[in-house]
């Protein structure tokens, strides 16, 4: 049933600066020095079997920056398609990942062992190096996978739909509860490991999972997932910035103003408070409304928002521009005095969609496209839905396009 839904996936590079890191940002503890030993070496997605070191370095040729596509088209799921590219100047190599599974899950039924079969796509956008991200990408799935098969027997049989005293657990439920889970426990154990191996930077993550006729889309960061049908954009991912995600990181910084130092103010200003200002009064926001107010401008409004900026230009305590996703244990903000840790208003938690594609009338023509913020920086959702919509129709004979018909799509969208 799932080979009748096709997934062109696209992973377009977002840069150091795009990403949203200040130059002058500090990653490491000053008395202690950093691990040298890496847990993985630089890597490319597995599926592309680049396997030489000059092979890898050209896909980080940004005068060139050539459009790198899987040697064997065959080796993606569904005749899926992959395409990438570095974003020139923006960092030394590529420092995105993409990972695709296969494989289930095994559970006993009516004491006979069966099995759930799972397909899994994702991409990883790197920041501040590509440690965090090749990790991200060799680890998520054993976590994913352990969650799973610790519910299994409540998803398929009798079981389906689980009853616990007077609740009844869905098993859709269930698998969201198993992405959730595995997102934290991967993103707990990058920390642990960052003491140990040199593992650089974080990561967003974008994973899509299907399983049991149903697609979930699991995304932490501002990657996003957007299922392109009959021309029409319909997301299947929010991005999750400091603009967005305001009010959480405006309310943690009010409940626990300790972490932000003397530097930061947890308070949203119409225009950043001059120290002219005081005593007149300016339009403000705390972090209960959401409406705006007067207040009048004093010595403690000089502080620097630790949101400030918008869209792009956005950043969190003047340091990051995402706020989900893996890893950035040891980020710290600038700050003359003492030290402001970024982590503690970061996330791995993801927000998971769900398609149920067995009530869907699913075609060949129904594409999901996964794409880091370097597509959807320069395209918006309805742009790709129409690149999509063209490129199908460029190759409208499906069995004379054959496996290459995705393939084919997803540099249209690099291009």
């Known amino acids: 049933m799932l080979g009748r839904f096709r997934s062109a996936v696209f992973s377009a590079i977002g840069g150091l600066e795009e990403d949203g890191l200040s130059a002058s940002i500090l990653h490491s503890s000053p008395v202690r020095s950093k691990p ?59 420092e995105d990942q993409a990972m695709v599974r296969q494989g289930s899950i095994g559970v006993l039924v009516g004491g006979k062992m069966e099995q759930i079969p799972y397909t899994v796509f994702a991409v990883f956008d790197g920041h501040a190096g590509a440690g965090c991200a090749v990790t991200a990408s060799n680890d998520l799935m054993t976590a994913v996978q352990v969650r799973l098969e610790s519910v299994a027997s409540h998803l398929v049989g009798e079981e389906g739909n689980t009853k616990w005293f007077s609740r009844t657990i869905s098993s859709e439920s269930l698998v969201i509860g198993a992405l959730e889970s595995a997102f934290w426990d991967t993103d707990q ?35 996003r997932g957007v299922l392109c049908r009959a021309a029409k954009a319909y997301p299947m991912s929010y991005d999750f910035t400091p603009v967005t995600e305001r009010t959480r990181l405006m309310q943690l910084g009010k409940l626990a103003p300790h972490l932000l130092g003397e530097e930061y103010s947890w308070l949203e200003y119409s225009r950043r408070p001059l120290r002219k200002d005081i005593g007149s009064r300016m339009l403000y926001r705390d972090a209960h409304m ?55 208003f970061l996330s791995p938690q993801p927000e998971v969609r769900v398609l149920d594609v067995d009530t869907e009338t699913i075609t060949a023509d129904d594409v999901l496209v996964l794409g880091t913020d370097g597509l959807w920086d320069v395209v918006t959702n309805e742009e790709v839905a129409a690149i999509v919509s063209r490129g199908l129709q460029a190759w409208d004979n499906e069995s004379r396009a054959g496996k290459y018909r995705y393939i084919s799509l997803a540099q249209d969208l690099v291009m």
Request: proline content about 5%; some cysteine.
């Open 36 to 94: 040298r030993k890496e847990k993985y070496r630089y890597q490319r997605p597995a599926f592309l079997r680049l396997e030489t070191e000059d092979e890898i370095q050209v896909t980080a040729d940004h005068a060139v920056r050539p459009i790198i596509v899987p040697r064997d088209v065959s080796v993606l799921p569904w005749a899926a398609g992959y395409a990438e590219t570095i974003n020139a100047g923006k960092s030394r190599h590529n």
């Open 290 to 344: 959401t409406g705006w107010a007067y207040k009048i401008i004093q010595e403690s409004d000089m502080k620097f928002p630790m949101v400030f900026g918008e869209g792009k230009r956005s950043r969190l305590l003047a340091t990051i521009g995402v706020t989900r996703g893996f890893g950035d244990h040891d980020l710290r903000a600038q700050a003359q005095h003492g030290t402001v840790l970024i982590k503690p």
């Open 189 to 223: 154990q990058i920390g642990e490991e960052k003491k140990m191996y040199n593992m650089p930077g974080g990561c967003t993550v974008l994973m899509a999972l299907f399983i049991l006729g149903k697609l979930y889309v699991a995304n932490a960061g501002d990657s």
